[in-house]
């Protein structure tokens, strides 16, 4: 059976760090487009970050929010099947479900968008407290 599932969530303090896993299992990610999304209590999924399909050549390989570029990187390991969200200087703004999902586009111009969406992971909480 295809599926994405998370791991790495937790409680963090403020300014802390924590890497988020989205391993595949059923089919490989090196086809796949990523999208990192989260939830916050009381509003919408927001897209985060997009890394686009391996072997990709546009030059668009990563896209990041604005509230998180130059804190959290996106990055894959095919041998793994693993997608990774490494998480530096996080705060309090950051606690929400985290979730992965492919996507079906190739390229990252933008940010992911939840209608492009073909596989969602079952999504990790992170709270960020002291």
């Known amino acids: 059976q295809a599926q994405l599932v998370e791991s790495g969530g937790g409680l963090v303090p403020p300014g802390g760090s924590m890497r988020l896993s989205c391993a595949a299992s059923g089919f490989s990610l090196y086809d796949y487009q990523i999208g990192w999304f989260r939830q916050a209590p009381g509003k919408e999924r927001e897209g985060i970050s997009c890394l686009s399909r391996s072997g990709d050549r546009s030059g668009a390989s990563t896209y990041y929010a604005d509230s998180v570029k130059g804190r959290f990187t996106i990055s894959r390991d095919n041998a793994k099947n693993t997608v990774f969200l490494q998480m530096n200087s996080l705060q309090r703004e950051d606690t929400a479900v985290y979730y992965c999902?492919?996507?079906?586009?190739?390229?990252?111009?933008?940010?992911?968008?939840?209608?492009?969406?073909?596989?969602w992971g079952q999504g990790t909480q992170v709270t960020v407290s002291s």
């Open positions: 999902a492919t996507l079906s586009g190739v390229s990252c111009y933008s940010l992911p968008r939840a209608e492009n969406v073909r596989s």
